[in-house]
């Protein structure tokens, strides 16, 4: 489970900034550096170069100022209940340069939407741990980017999760990345192991999932909130990828 404790995108200050926190942050702290700034790290210091990323772990002591005229970063202090490292392969205090390989201002935009207007930690979780995986599990690889359209998939499949409720149908997802129907399927499916259809279905049930537990909405409220027109159609995709009714799952105390 994860949860946003504070965050900023975008974020501007002057020649004269300077973060010195020696006993660190009693959570996880991420940051998406796009000017140059200085960093000590285990004693050493470091110039980081524009769009470099570092995520710290707990009470690791954080020292970074600016370089130059101005300094401007995405950041984000978070808690997870969960084994980071075992699921993402993240490596903590450790600078890693981004620079255009990977969307990383769009993922912190995301997470924004999710902290400040939707609340919904579910999503923020996901795509926590989406954003880490896809940093530190070498998904940037060249049998990964010679996937045609390989990072408006991954844009793409970003908006799914974000907005499950959405009408995503095949149509429209082709439209957005400007191909066939029939081309997304081949290319959704050699990118990410399952059609986008199936998709879209998983990230509307991970999101009633996370409805049933957390919430004391209806179950009809919840298939709406999800994206469907009727409970019977809801019920009967529940059961096909949770293995239980959403009744069951809720009585279950069952939690993602």
Not at 208 to 223: C, R
Request: net charge neutral.
């Amino acid at each position: 489970m994860f949860s946003i404790n504070r965050m900023g995108c975008s974020c501007r200050h002057d020649s004269s900034f300077v973060l010195d926190r020696p006993r660190g942050y009693e959570g996880y702290l991420m940051l998406f550096v796009k000017t140059r700034a200085e960093f000590v790290i285990n004693g050493t210091s470091y110039r980081f170069e524009p769009n470099t990323f570092i995520i710290y772990n707990k009470y690791t002591p954080q020292y970074y100022k600016a370089c130059d005229a101005e300094y401007i970063n995405d950041w984000i202090q978070f808690d997870c209940s969960e084994n980071l490292a075992a699921s993402t392969g993240v490596r903590f205090d450790e600078p890693i340069y981004i620079g255009e390989s990977i969307d990383i201002s769009q993922y912190f935009k995301l997470l924004a939407d999710c902290y400040y207007r939707t609340g919904n930690l579910r999503t923020a979780g996901y795509l926590i741990k989406a954003m880490l995986a896809e940093i530190f599990s070498g998904k940037q690889n060249r049998e990964d980017m010679a996937i045609a359209h390989y990072r408006e998939l991954l844009d793409l499949r970003r908006r799914i999760y974000s907005a499950p409720d959405e009408d995503w149908s095949v149509e429209r997802m082709a439209a957005l990345l400007n191909v066939s129907e029939p081309y997304l399927h081949l290319l959704y499916k050699k990118a990410f192991g399952v059609t986008c259809n199936q998709d879209v279905i998983n990230s509307r049930i991970e999101q009633a999932q996370h409805y049933l537990s957390y919430s004391g909405m209806t179950i009809e409220e919840v298939a709406f909130s999800c994206g469907y027109k009727n409970t019977v159609h809801f019920s009967r995709q529940f059961k096909q990828v949770s293995g239980v009714t959403p009744s069951q799952w809720r009585k279950s105390g069952a939690t993602i």
